[in-house]
């Protein structure tokens, strides 16, 4: 596939994962305000941190890397029979790491009180399970995003958030009694939905007309078992050898990303109920880089996975795709500044009115806004950290990334010793510190990298990383009317002056975009052409 279909086809991927992702922190976004009426805190505090972070644990170090090394470009077509044998050993991998996260949540870790908390070990065992399930579609998900199935993922996943979320809510209004018993069940309804979905979408198309027009490489459902074929290896042994990198990688990664809810779980730092107010507004602040920064990471990393020859430096490359990866960095690393500054911008000001429309004087009292503020700053270096690693982890060879994992593994130290001693010193606060002189250090090291692979080529894609001067203006304008307003307008004073706030926000907002547009041509043009579905549409 050319280097310019590819683009096209990792584009619809991006744009319709920002959608799928749009829906999904919307419906959380009510979900959790809905939830916080009917549920203490504490049991928040449970279910969002220790629950979901075992969840996420236990799903990240069984598949992440088999993912990253499949989806990875090797200048040749994969092998899809070992690739798929690969990929079947995230489920023994999932039961054997499920087998051991449930020992150290249900024995190792503080227990909640049973009268405040019911049926913790079930729900310890039901979310492990619930894990263990989801990766029953794993070989099919792969098979998906390495052939940009664009629809396939938006529709599983938005039928099985749709059927979590209506579960959910129908049982804390009917029977609250239940506890956790309700968010384990919504959780194996979610993962059901996943693997029905995908299996049902590839029973009905190999073997089908479209499967043979798109020389799809496996014929019937029997293809998707594992199995050997004549005298070959069951597996490629580089791409296992890849994948053994990529999840020393991982474990690595997964501390840094979950490190808080880490220091938070084992050592107790917050109470249960100070968890659940952090991980609302984490959750909140977190929003809108999830459901955009998230969908382009994951689908841009296939890009440039597919167009780039792993470990190969830039004159080794074919230029003509050198170039257009250079272009799409470049644009990429602009949008997700200039959408990360307008959210620091913002997020200062707004905070405070967010926080008490979303959750009342639970969340807007105390240290919901100052935590939200920071927060809004952290989004920044999430974005740019976002796309410059995913660049960074589709071109290094095997041995530098198993270099970097040395890399991460010094991280990984560091951030558990600041998240612990900033705690301390500044309570939730301090998690959110510690992320960003983690998160710097992660973006310095992948932007060295990144001027280094193109600093013998024509192309320089970090000039994406710098605004234009009239941008910064209005950015600063807008920050201090905010700022100003927010100390007229804001909270204490009744709906009305609430509105006067939010229409000078509007307003400051709408300057900022005008003066995006005006300013920054090559990145509209960008998002025109390659962001925007229905545009290109209109243009083929």
């Known amino acids: 596939m050319k280097s310019q279909d590819v683009l096209k086809d990792a584009s619809t991927l991006a744009s319709y994962n920002v959608l799928l992702q749009v829906m999904f922190r919307v419906l959380t976004f009510l979900l959790n305000a809905f939830t916080l009426r009917f549920v203490s805190k504490e049991l928040i505090g449970v279910v969002n941190v220790r629950l979901t972070l075992l969840y996420s644990t236990l799903v990240f170090l069984s598949r992440e890397a088999f993912r990253k090394a499949c989806l990875s470009g090797s200048g040749t077509d994969p092998n899809w029979r070992q690739v798929i044998n690969l990929l079947w050993l995230t489920l023994p991998l999932g039961v054997l790491w499920g087998s051991l996260l449930v020992c150290v949540w249900l024995w190792l870790l503080e227990v909640p009180d049973p009268q405040a908390i019911p049926h913790y070990s079930p729900a310890v065992g039901l979310f492990a399970l619930a894990a263990v399930q989801e990766l029953l579609a794993e070989p099919l ?9 664009v629809r396939l993922k938006v529709v599983a996943e938005s039928l099985a958030m749709i059927a979590k979320c209506v579960l959910t809510v129908v049982l804390v209004v009917s029977a609250p009694q239940w506890g956790l018993y309700i968010f384990s069940m919504a959780q194996l309804v979610y993962t059901g939905f996943l693997v029905l979905c995908y299996f049902g979408y590839f029973l009905h ?60 779980t084992f050592l107790n730092v917050l109470s249960f109920g100070d968890q659940g107010i952090y991980d609302i507004v984490n959750n909140l602040g977190s929003m809108v880089a999830r459901f955009i920064f998230l969908p382009i990471e994951e689908s841009f990393y296939v890009f440039f996975a597919k167009v780039l020859v792993r470990g190969r430096d830039v004159k080794s490359q074919k230029q003509e795709d050198v170039a257009i990866v250079a272009e799409v960095l470049e644009s990429l690393l602009k949008l997700v500044l200039v959408i990360g500054l307008i959210i620091t911008v913002f997020g200062y000001a707004y905070s405070e009115l967010a926080l008490d429309i979303y959750g009342g004087s639970l969340l807007s009292s105390g240290t919901g806004p100052s935590l939200l503020r920071c927060f809004s700053s952290y989004v920044l270096l999430l974005a740019i950290n976002g796309v410059t690693e995913c660049f960074v982890f589709a071109a290094m060879s095997q041995e530098e990334v198993d270099r970097y994992n040395l890399v991460m593994l010094a991280l990984s130290v560091s951030f558990l010793f600041l998240s612990y001693m900033l705690t301390w010193w500044a309570g939730g606060i301090g998690f959110i510190l510690a992320n960003c002189l983690n998160m710097g250090l992660r973006i310095l090291h992948s932007l060295v990298y990144i001027h280094r692979y193109f600093q013998q080529s024509p192309w320089t894609p970090l000039r994406g990383l ?9 950015l600063a304008l807008s920050a201090a009317l905010t700022t100003l307003s927010e100390g007229a307008f804001c909270c204490d004073g009744g709906w ?45």
């Not at 998900?141 to 199935?149: D, E, G, M, T």
């Not at 998707?224 to 296992?240: G, I």
């Not at 000078?504 to 390659?530: H, I, M, R, S, Y």
């Open 205 to 264: 198309f190999l073997g089908s007309g479209e499967a043979q027009r798109k020389a799809f490489p496996l014929r019937c459902i029997g293809d998707l078992l594992p199995s050997r074929v004549n005298e070959e290896p069951w597996v490629d042994w580089t791409l296992a050898k890849l994948t053994w990198s990529f999840f020393k990688q991982s474990f690595l990664k997964q501390i840094l990303t979950e490190g808080e809810r880490y220091v938070m």
């Open 496 to 540: 009305m002056l609430r509105l006067v706030h939010i229409a000078v926000g509007a307003g400051c907002l709408l300057g900022v975009l005008v003066t995006v547009l005006l300013t920054e041509t090559q990145l509209v043009q960008f998002v025109q052409t390659q962001l925007l579905p229905r545009y290109r549409k209109k243009q083929t």
């Open 466 to 474: 710098q605004p234009s001067p009239a941008l910064l203006l209005a």
């Open 141 to 149: 998900w792969v098979l998906a995003q390495a052939h940009l199935f």
